[in-house]
């Protein structure tokens, strides 16, 4: 009896060490799962241009200023060298908020992902990931960034009277390029102003609501401006951007839509000019 009690045992602590060996090797085999690394549809990639705005690939994708009111002027032979991208309900990245994205259906019945309201697109001779050559080309293009204050817009100016205008406030047609903010509204100066003086605002804002001062969380600008020449003045304790000196503004009655141009025209032309890279140094 008591021999077999002891080969019983043995037995039961060779089993013991047995499974005891079993489990260790188990876990010493078991591969290591690695989670998928996280793919979006829309990121931000670092380059000479700062974050860009590119697809899952990398590819980066760019702005149109034509398309300032929010539909594509890209059609025919140009998409062929900028083609839209278009993303439905996008995985963003870290850093990228759903409401500043949406979705447009082009006049070819087509849909197009936007951003802030400007529609986004490729440029066909950006090779690789990371590839920014479209910046600035013909001057109409411009890398998609979520840091735009400032952005350049290129439409015909139409005036509060339904004319047509020039840059220099004169009647005629063509596409003028100017300054907007970073969801397409129009910015304006003054020309009774004086370098970096408000001569148009009351003490008591009560005559904002008309030509509001532009107020803004000051960030970056596409690459053909020179950020440094922009500024801020304070005007009775806000704090309003200046271009070269000159205080802008918004025009109320452009009721805050982007691509309206009618400041320009009232009272009278020239009063209330559109800014451009250009526009002279405000004098002193």
Known sequence: MKAKSLIRSVLMMGCVALAGWSCSSDDDDTPVVVPP??????????????????????????????????????????????????????????GLVDTDFGTITRADGKTQTTFKGWPLYYYAPDAAAGDVKGENVNNVWVVAKKSYSIMLANTQLVGNDGKNYTADSKEGTGDTQYFVDATGRTLYAFAKDKKNKNNYTKSDFSNDATWPIWVTDWKDVPSAIDKTLFSTIDVFGKKQMTYKG??????????????LTKGVSVPTPGVWPIIQITTAAAPE
């Open 37 to 94: 690394a996280p793919t979006f549809d829309i990121a931000q990639k670092s380059t000479k241009y700062g974050n860009v705005l590119v697809d899952q690939k990398g590819k980066t994708l760019y702005f149109f200023t034509k398309d300032v009111n929010g539909t594509s002027a890209c059609a025919g032979g140009c998409l062929d060298v900028w083609p839209i991208f278009s993303a439905a309900t996008p995985k963003l990245d870290t």
């Open 246 to 259: 000159w205080p802008m503004y918004y025009f109320g009655p452009d009721n805050a839509t982007r691509g």
